[in-house]
């Protein structure tokens, strides 16, 4: 099984903050990496896809990089709305993994 | 739009079978290039996919729970299910259907809202 991390797995912010999370893998999944938000006692919302597509009525404010092993999620300016727990999932391989997500709240 | 809802049990008790299903609205659930997923998450934990299936009725499970699970497709009611054997208070999560794009591999979109089932005596 592919192994997800991610970092830091908590952050403190405040409105307007750029944040950046990071999300690595176990072995390379040539960009099959997708991030997820998720608010308290929702379904998690997907964001991003192909480590860097951002899905259809998503904000601008979010983007994704990276390449290998190596991936990042940042919020370019931090809204209220943003507050959540932010997952990332590779679908590089069968099964299908997820990191232990990085929390979000309100510095 | 397409929507899923989960239903079934939410309470099932020591080394009984959970059985759930997914109703798929807004769409077919028999069109070509999707998977059927369902992910789970244990209370103030993270995510863990359970297994796939096509519309054709393949399937794919997680290694790590494919002893126990078996997923259903039924076309003619537009839904598919799950059923996880022999559950223990381990299994007590919040379950979530998921449509994968595109199929055999890919990302999750959209979700069900997610169904708490708890394992208890």
């Known amino acids: 099984d592919i192994q997800m991390t991610q970092s830091p797995s908590s952050l403190s912010a405040s409105v307007g903050d750029r944040v950046t999370i990071t999300c690595r893998a176990s072995?390379?999944?040539?960009?099959?990496l997708a991030w997820y938000q998720q608010k308290p006692g929702k379904a998690p919302k997907l964001l991003l896809y192909a480590a860097s597509r951002l899905e259809s009525g998503v904000p601008s404010r979010f983007s994704g990089s990276g390449s290998g092993t190596d991936y990042t999620l940042t919020i370019s300016s931090l809204q209220p709305e943003d507050f959540a727990t932010y997952y990332c999932q590779q679908y590089y391989s069968t099964p299908f993994t997820f990191g232990p997500g990085t929390k979000v709240d309100i510095k | 739009q397409l929507q899923l809802q989960e239903s079934g049990s939410g309470l099932v008790k020591p080394s009984q079978t959970l059985s759930l299903t997914c109703a798929v609205s807004?769409?077919?659930?028999?069109?070509?290039?999707?998977?059927w997923s369902w992910i789970r998450q244990p209370p103030g934990k993270g995510l863990e996919w359970i297994g796939y299936i096509y519309h054709s009725g393949s399937t794919y499970y997680n290694p790590s729970l494919k002893s126990r699970v078996t997923i259903s497709v039924d076309r003619s009611k537009n839904q598919f299910s799950l059923k996880l054997s022999s559950v223990t208070a381990a299994d007590t999560a919040v379950y979530y259907c998921?449509?994968?794009?595109?199929?055999?591999?890919?990302?999750?979109?959209?979700w069900g809202q997610g169904t708490l089932v708890t394992v208890s005596s």
């Open positions: 998921a449509r994968g794009v595109p199929a055999a591999s890919g990302w999750f979109d959209p």
């Open positions: 807004g769409g077919s659930i028999s069109s070509g290039g999707y998977s």
């Open positions: 072995q390379g999944i040539s960009n099959s």
